[in-house]
């Protein structure tokens, strides 16, 4: 069956320091990959997507995902973490052979420490 | 643009009472969409409706849970009777894709929190 898993639960970060939050998923063909955040209290909010072309996709607030079709990987990454990034990251993953419908990771809570 | 008004923003009510989330989407989005967030099984899509109309029910929970969208520009979801375990932050999205093709952008609302004591 289809799935995303983000294995990191918890991630802390000092401020200024790079980000990695990993990503994979289980699908039979390359489905369209997004990365959502949601700031405490607040709804989540779309930071990328990636339907083809480039596997390197640029978001908002200065982040950046790349897509590896080898590891079936979809890995989110900032290079330095400001204290405003702190918020829960949703990976999701969408494959229009499943009807549509986005299908989301566990989450992954980033931490900030100053 | 408002962007996706969802009402109430909290509830608590008692089991067995009746309960009605209601959700206004995006104007001009074709595609609404009701997930469900709980700490231990994360974001659960419910329904989701395309130009009005049900497209998939499959994770509606139980016949407790009932969702209708009378009109493109609002939606409701309902629990009769509600029950402890019904506690969660519902959230409606919508999309602005036509029939068949979203786009995956979702624009989610602020979420109705549920307390069902």
């Known amino acids: 069956a289809q799935s995303v898993t983000q294995p990191d639960i918890h991630i802390t970060v000092s401020e200024g320091a790079s980000l990695e939050l990993r990503c994979n998923y289980s699908?039979?063909?390359?489905?369209?990959l997004f990365w959502y955040v949601q700031s405490p209290g607040q709804g989540l909010q779309l930071l990328l997507k990636?339907?083809?072309?480039?596997?390197l996709v640029q978001g908002i607030k200065g982040f950046e995902a790349e897509f590896k079709r080898s590891q079936s990987s979809f890995n989110l990454r900032k290079p330095s973490v400001h204290w405003s990034d702190a918020a829960e990251y949703f990976c999701a993953v969408d494959a229009p052979e499943y009807g549509n419908k986005l299908v989301f990771g566990a989450g992954t809570i980033l931490r900030v420490k100053s | 643009d408002a962007g996706v008004i969802q009402s109430p923003r909290h509830e608590v009510t008692e089991m067995g009472q009746e309960v009605t989330l209601r959700c206004k989407p995006i104007s001009g989005h074709n595609s609404l969409f009701w997930y469900r967030q709980t700490m231990m099984r994360g974001l659960e899509l419910l329904i989701y409706f395309n130009n009005n109309v049900p497209i998939d029910d499959s994770g509606m929970p139980e016949d407790r849970f009932s969702a209708k969208m009378p009109n493109a520009s609002f939606s409701t979801l309902k629990i009769q009777p509600s029950e402890p375990r019904d506690s969660a932050v519902y959230f409606c999205?919508?999309?602005?894709?036509?029939?068949?093709?979203?786009?995956?952008?979702?624009?989610f609302g602020e979420g109705s929190r549920l307390t069902v004591l």
């Open positions: 999205a919508s999309d602005s894709g036509r029939a068949g093709s979203n786009t995956g952008e979702l624009f």
């Open positions: 990636y339907f083809s072309g480039d596997t």
């Open positions: 699908y039979g063909a390359t489905p369209y």
